[in-house]
């Protein structure tokens, strides 16, 4: 059974950081792009980062350009996403999803994904 596990999720501060962990079983991290995105109530999903390590590239959202980096460990079969500088409009459930391609629009169209993670960012 494939399976993601999000994980990392919290209470933090504006301008605070957190690292949410993107655990893979099942199957390897390598056999598809990875990537993060977020709901919040009374918004759309919004893609937040992507990264595909099979041929190098990652997408990020231009509402977390430079606060926000997506990274993996295949020894770990683990993708992370640190973010920094945290804003409260940065709440939101985060889910990690294995996808085809980090592609434009690529959350919008995803294999599986995890039950997903909290972060609330107080002001």
């Known amino acids: 059974e494939v399976q993601l596990v999000e994980s990392g999720g919290g209470l933090v501060q504006a301008g605070g950081s957190l690292r949410l962990s993107c655990s893979a079983s099942g199957f390897s991290i390598d056999e598809y792009a990875i990537g993060w995105f977020r709901q919040a109530p009374g918004k759309e999903r919004e893609g937040v980062s992507c990264?595909?390590?099979?041929?190098?590239?990652?997408y990020a959202a231009s509402s977390v350009k430079g606060r926000f980096s997506i990274s993996s460990d295949n020894v770990k079969n683990t993708v992370y996403l640190q973010m920094n500088s945290l804003k409260p409009e940065d709440t939101a459930v985060y889910y990690c999803?294995?996808?085809?391609?980090?592609?434009?629009?690529?959350?919008?169209?995803?294999?599986?994904w995890g039950k997903g993670t909290l972060v609330t960012v107080s002001s």
């Open positions: 990264i595909s390590s099979s041929v190098g590239s990652t």
């Open positions: 999803a294995a996808v085809r391609f980090c592609e434009s629009n690529w959350y919008r169209r995803m294999a599986f």
